[in-house]
């Protein structure tokens, strides 16, 4: 009956033996990437950003704090296995005004990615012609070392990389 026809038309499956050596086909690195630190968020109003994550959702949402070199304040929320970096415009100069010229309402601003060892980060990715937003890592929202990597380079995502 239908049975025996099912049994006899099943495909074979076929298990793939692996082993634990790494595929040939990627290159080995000096330094590696590690996990998703934080998504940041451009704001035009930090206060009613601010309200919406601690008040409305009732996340853990920090005091603001200014950061002149990167022309911005920071204002993170707390989501157990990563953060959201809520950002406003520190002066008419700042990266953040001009984004938010362009993004009246905001947006989504910049990934981090953490990495083991940043100067071989931008050593090997200067070889391979990625473009890095500056000559030296600056000092990011965490008090560690931080590049960002050109978002033409990164299908259109602007990406910082933050010593872990």
Known sequence: GLLNRL???????????????????????????GRLNHVAIAVPDLEKAQSLYKDVLGAQVSETVALPEHGVY???????????????????SSPIARFLQKNKTGGMHHICIEVDDIKAAMAELKKKKMRILSEEPK????????IFLHPKDCHGVLVELEQA
């Open 139 to 146: 000092i990011g929202a965490h008090g560690k070392p931080v």
């Open 7 to 33: 049994q006899t038309s099943a495909p074979t499956v076929r298990t793939l033996v692996s082993s634990n050596s790494p595929p040939q086909n990627i290159p080995s690195c000096l330094w590696k990437l």
């Open 74 to 92: 920071t204002v993170f929320v707390e989501l157990g296995n990563t953060k959201l970096e809520l950002l406003h415009p520190l002066g008419d």
